[in-house]
């Protein structure tokens, strides 16, 4: 067929560019002690921008994994096949330490350095970093029991992809799942029914089921179950060490609105073999030590969306004209898209601090343990929760072509839910943040006294500040309004961190918009007098290759 028109105006493939090439990530990589870090974090950047990586994500996502129940001849297998990239993306962040590598590690910037590369990785994609993420917080519970966390750490830790069913002990490297949720409870895990029966060998037999399993294909999963003494914590393998396979029978693999390249089942035990973690009836208080690590993990791949979702935008506005001139220079387009990567800039500065504090707190620094209870569970809350809007603000921002799976937009947009709901939804994290409040006002003092420190500097933050103090010694319907309340909170930790580390021009529209009052409902509304030009410039990306 003769060409009918020449193709103008269309925008060039994002390829081929430096994800890690991000004022942001790298000033509070630096500032949080892990600038080693920064050639590593910078070759995964690289390596994530390339074209053959987001092929990868692409085509893991377009072919989701299938379950296998059974073989040819009817023997029960319980297995989950998935495309190969789904493999090079895991093989890909195993070996560059994106799983348990930090607890192994003795050096200051450990957990920073490995959030940093966690960001920067998932923005390839996102649903491959569950088990990724699960495997990096499953030593902190699994160390409730210093005999399975001997044989077992080292394994997790270990820089090896070593994919299929096989006794633990004898792999090269392990993944973690966990399995707490089902049907009659949800978050409420202290209704849960399965029961674990204790044995003569010392070890459990689990009956029951559980809703969402989270990477069933992992060799080893943290579960909940009943014992005679309580709701306690087990650790589950797929295989036992005789090399027989344990009692866990995949129902049914969920079909899920985004997350699709990864797997999450409906798990029925069936007399399946554990191992007690902790003690009775303290499932819950051991399995915690899991939840608040991957917590960490939604806030940074919340961070690493709004960044996927801001640069794809600003490349597009870039290089798309309309109305005579580039749409990055249109005054309404250019409101749209410094808030955006506003809104992003913030998330990724309080995401590496909070990594930050996970290292200083492995370290013995009390008050930064205090600081982190209080500020991931704010964190966690609020930046999960701006996912969402943030992605569908940036898909407009390509208009029709956004709409179009090609773009890549959709599935950002369909994975952006995930986070706030995952380890934890949004009441329960707001009303986690009330528990902290009662039971640890250790941690709010740690968390005051971090946005303390930063007033003085912007007198909109300064107000601010006074405010929510006000409003934390209210106890007046403190759990009807606790959204707004932790909102707020979230809102003054990350202007803080803004006016004392950040952009001057990001942090002058952070404080102009979100705590200064002159700010709408909707992304694009930032007020008179910001520096847009500065903060675009920190959003675009360099790329010098991107394909024509």
């Known amino acids: 067929m003769p060409p009918t028109h020449e193709v103008t105006n269309q925008v060039p493939p994002l390829v081929d560019y430096d994800v890690a090439d991000d004022p942001a990530l790298l000033e509070s990589l630096r500032r ?15 390596l994530a921008g390339s074209e053959q990586a987001q092929e990868w994500g692409r085509l893991a996502n377009e072919n989701p994994p299938v379950l296998h129940t059974h073989d040819r001849v009817g023997r029960r297998i319980d297995e989950v096949e998935f495309h190969p990239y789904w493999h090079q993306l895991m093989a890909t962040a195993v070996s560059h330490g994106l799983h348990a590598a930090p607890w192994r590690q003795d050096r200051p910037g450990a957990h920073v350095a490995r959030a940093a590369k966690f960001y920067v990785w998932s923005q390839v994609e996102a649903g491959h970093t569950c088990p990724i993420s699960m495997t990096y917080s499953a ?35 392990l993944i973690a799942g966990m399995s707490m949720t089902e049907k009659q409870g949800g978050s409420d895990v202290r209704t849960n029914t399965t029961r674990a029966v204790p044995t003569e060998d010392g070890t459990y037999r689990l009956t029951g089921h559980k809703w969402f399993t989270s990477a069933p294909m992992s060799d080893v999963f943290l579960t909940l ?82 960044r996927y979702g801001t640069v794809r935008a600003v490349h597009h506005a870039t290089h798309r ?5 580039p749409l990055v220079r249109q005054p309404l387009m250019t409101n749209v898209l410094a808030d955006l990567a506003v809104e992003a800039e913030a998330a990724t500065m309080v995401a ?143 202007g803080s961190l803004l006016v004392r580390h950040g952009d001057k021009s990001v942090a ?8 200064g009052g002159d700010w709408g ?18 959003a675009t990306p360099s790329t010098g290759t991107a394909a024509q």
């Open 321 to 325: 004209a309309a109305f005579g001139a």
């Open 139 to 173: 030593v902190p519970a699994l160390r409730y029991n210093a005999e399975l966390a001997k044989d077992y750490e080292p394994l997790l830790a270990a820089p090896h992809y070593d994919f299929g069913l096989r006794v633990p002990t004898t792999k090269r490297g």
């Open 225 to 306: 179950a009943q014992a005679p003494g309580g709701l306690s914590c087990f650790l589950l393998p797929r295989v036992l060490p005789d090399g027989t396979r344990n009692a866990i029978h995949f129902q049914r693999l969920k079909d899920k609105l985004g997350n699709r390249s990864n797997a999450s089942a409906e798990v029925e035990y069936d007399g399946a073999v554990g191992w007690l973690i902790g003690e009775e009836g303290r499932g819950v208080r051991t399995i915690i030590e899991m939840v608040n690590n991957t917590r960490l993990d939604c806030v940074i791949g919340s961070a690493a969306a709004m």
């Open 508 to 515: 002058d529209a952070f404080c102009a918009s979100r705590l």
């Open 521 to 538: 409902a909707a992304f694009g509304t930032l007020p008179r007098g910001v520096d847009t030009e500065a903060v675009l410039a920190r």
């Open 32 to 46: 949080e002690g892990a600038d080693w870090a920064e050639p590593k974090v910078r070759e995964l950047g690289v």
């Open 352 to 494: 590496l601090r909070l990594a930050g504090a996970t290292d200083r707190a492995v370290a013995g620094d009390h008050q930064e343990a205090a600081f982190r209870r209080f500020a991931l569970s704010v964190s966690k809350y609020w930046v999960c929760k701006r996912s969402p809007a943030h992605a569908a603000e940036a898909l407009e921002c390509l208009g029709g072509n956004g709409y179009v799976e090609e773009s890549g937009m959709p599935r950002l947009f369909r994975e952006s839910p995930l986070l706030s709901i995952w380890e934890g939804s949004g009441n329960v994290t707001a009303l986690d943040t009330l528990r902290a409040m009662a039971k640890q006002p250790e941690s709010v003092d740690a968390f005051l006294a971090e946005v303390e420190s930063a007033r003085g500097a912007d007198p909109r933050l300064d107000e601010a500040i006074t405010s929510v103090r006000r409003d934390l010694g209210d106890p007046d319907e403190i759990e009807f309004r606790a959204r707004r309340l932790v909102e707020r909170l979230a809102l003054v930790l990350q």
